[in-house]
């Protein structure tokens, strides 16, 4: 299995971005999650969305801002961001093969995680 994020870049604050991760290795359109990590801090999740794409969570920090979304064709999972603020700084990385009786935002429910990518708002 293996997970490929990109879209990451700088960008001013109140600026926008759009994170792709893309999947391969597996046949499971199973829960995807976005998860994002600031220098000096724990990984924090950041969105999820289920299988078939129609329920979605989000940490509270993003709601009204991010948006995730899913083309289970392609097996990509997307993070549209906006109105990016300079706390918004991190890694990003995408995950999958979650334990259903885990958190969708606990680290450890997770099987498979992609490299990350960067993400700088200033």
């Known amino acids: 299995v293996q997970l490929v994020e990109s879209g990451g870049g700088s960008v001013q604050a109140g600026g926008s971005l759009r994170l792709s991760c893309e999947g391969s290795?597996?046949?499971?359109?199973?829960?995807m999650a976005w998860f994002r990590q600031a220098p000096g801090k724990e990984r924090e999740g950041v969105a999820t969305?289920?299988?078939?794409?129609?329920?979605?969570f989000y940490a509270d920090s993003v709601k009204g801002r991010f948006s995730i979304s899913r083309d289970d064709a392609k097996n990509t999972v997307f993070l549209q961001m906006s109105s990016l603020k300079p706390e918004d700084t991190g890694t990003y990385f995408c995950?999958?093969?979650?334990?259903?009786?885990?958190?969708?935002?606990?680290?450890?429910?997770?099987?498979?995680w992609g490299s990350g990518t960067q993400v700088t708002v200033s």
């Open positions: 290795g597996y046949n499971d359109n199973g829960c």
């Open positions: 995950a999958t093969g979650r334990d259903a009786l885990k958190k969708w935002f606990d680290l450890s429910a997770y099987k498979y």
């Open positions: 969305i289920y299988t078939g794409g129609y329920t979605t």
